[in-house]
């Protein structure tokens, strides 16, 4: 049974934020298949949350739950201080959001779906056309924007999408895997319009399948597995929960790595592939010190990886109990240094 | 903004979204407009000797079929038109955008009465030119007063709406396009067996009920009397009760399937 570590929410400080997004209990299930075994969330008012998990987790039924789409089978949630299940129309005044799948009509074209989402959000047709087009050039689609949607990449899709989401203006957003499925320069370009959307003030609740995402954009993190709420903090304080980080040195000659083994201390040592396994937390500091011992042993290694923990490092750290011994190896993410 | 003027506003622009479709992508409805003008051509021009005699007794001629035929083609062309709304409404069913809609503070039902006020739309455009290509090709009403043709094209129009309501309902019961294309082949089946082509009289007896009662004879036999001054009888208040009960039930059917969670 996976125990909850860090403390839900914050208290003590005497001025704790509004809260954009707030939880107690939330259940769903599908049949006998329960996806959502009663979450507790708490996001203060101007922050980005973001919801980790692997896929079946229960991430995007909590998205559908907490933006009206779907029902909660138990629980209570507020969002934009308004309870979802006694006034869903208030909450959807309240919010934008981006499905995990385009929500873009693909018959009509990019322009077209704007002024669409104008209309609906009852704005002038001047200020809607106003609106359309500044939106339009902001996610980069004025030169599309008299194509039909469906001939759009997977990433002008997304910005297509997003760019609907912002028509009425929304307090808060939900972003379910925003990510998922796009090349790593939309990606990026998606991080950025995310981060963009925080400086505004907009209180952004996310969902992703990767532990680097959470970390790049979020204050909060939850970790979602089996229906429940794992754990629950920042990217630092998740990343300690983790242990596996480490940097490992490949050798080609036998007794530069011999010299290296006696060099370094704590290392774990393969003889037989000749590489070692140094724990870090993958630190600039820390890798410096690496390296200046090596240095000053006049050792070179042949290739040196850094290996930072993931979200399935996370997953393990928190139910251990349930999972057999693994191998860190082959599962970890590698950014080769050299 | 009150209710009743929001329900208006976003209904508009629904209704807008779904013209924008059907205007940039004619195809389907094209097509099935295709099907009502090939029978009428068919039955008149390649059956039409041998169905005339049966109809009269002999010797009427072609013109005489024409105006037997065209009533029932004109509301067949609803069916058949109807058939593309609900292979419609499934499609849009299953896109992203109807999830967004779901999540906006707009009327709940504007999505559907979109649908809906565009299919009827299609199907009087529709009526209009299966009517025209009946009339080129001799079709006449036999003095028909004003009254007379305001309500028949009433008929038609009420006709439509009842028969969009179901297939919205068919629409939304189907997980895609074929299934709500399949699920909605009575719509096309019905008028077949109807007095649309041949007189009720002239069926198997233990069938004249089936044929007799079912929403497209009344409503056939109703457009007849009023455009060629045949006996209307009971089938006029047969029709009307048709037309209101189907309208009901698929829009319950519609709203209760709209009000269900999506998956």
Known sequence: MPTSVMPTSRSGDGRTPAAAVSAVGL???????????????????????????????????????????????????????????????????????????????????????????????????????????????????????????????????????????????????????????????????????????????????????????????????????????????????????????????????????????????????????????????????????????????????????????????????????????????????????? | MSTLSLAVRDSSTMLRRNLLHARRYPSLTLNLLLTPIMLLLLFVYIFGDTMSTGISGGGTGRSAYIAYIVPGLLLMTIGSTVVGTAVSVSTDMTEGIIARFRTMAIHRGSVLVGHVVGSVLQSVASVVLVGAVGVAIGFRSTDATALEWLAAFALLALFALALTWIAVGMGMASPNAEAASNNATPLIILPLISSAFVPVEAMPGWFQPIAEYQPFTPAIETLRGLLLGTEIGHNGWLAVAWCLGLTVLGYLWSKAAFDRDPK
């Open chain 1, 27 to 338: 259940r769903k299930s599908y049949g006998d298949k329960t996806v959502l075994d009663g979450i507790d969330l708490r996001i203060p008012a101007g922050s980005v949350f973001a919801l980790l998990g692997p896929n079946g987790a229960g991430k995007t039924t909590a998205v559908k739950i907490l933006s009206t789409l779907i029902t909660a089978d138990g629980g209570q949630a507020q969002v934009a201080g308004h309870d979802l299940a006694a006034d869903p129309q208030a909450v959807r005044a309240a919010i934008g959001v981006t499905g995990q799948f385009s929500a873009v009509d693909g018959l009509i074209t990019g322009e077209e779906n704007m002024l669409l989402m104008a209309d609906l959000h009852h704005l002038s047709r001047s200020e809607g056309r106003r609106t359309a087009a500044e939106l339009l050039e902001r996610f980069d689609l004025l030169d599309a924007a008299k194509k039909p949607a469906s001939t759009y990449s997977g990433g002008m899709k997304r910005r297509l999408d997003i760019a609907m989401t912002l028509v009425g203006g929304p307090r808060i957003i939900f972003l379910d895997e925003p990510t998922t499925g796009l090349d790593p320069r939309s990606r990026h370009t998606m991080w950025g319009i995310i981060r963009e959307l925080v400086s505004d003030g907009v209180t952004v609740f996310l969902t992703t399948q990767y532990l680097e995402e959470a970390d790049e954009l979020a204050d909060r993190i939850a970790v979602l597995n089996n229906g429940k709420i794992a754990a629950e903090g920042t990217a630092d304080e998740l990343k300690r929960l983790v242990p596996g980080g480490h940097v490992r040195l490949r050798f080609t000659d036998p007794a530069a790595y011999r010299s290296a083994t006696s060099a370094l201390r704590e290392v774990t040592a393969d003889d037989e592939a000749l590489s070692l396994q140094i724990p870090s937390g993958g630190s600039q500091r820390e890798l410096r010190t690496i390296l200046d011992r090596l240095d000053s042993a006049g050792i070179e290694a042949d290739e040196l990886t850094v290996h930072t923990p993931d979200l399935d490092d996370v997953f393990f750290a928190l139910t251990a109990t349930t999972v057999p011994a693994r191998n860190t190896r082959n599962t970890q993410p590698e950014e080769t240094v050299r």
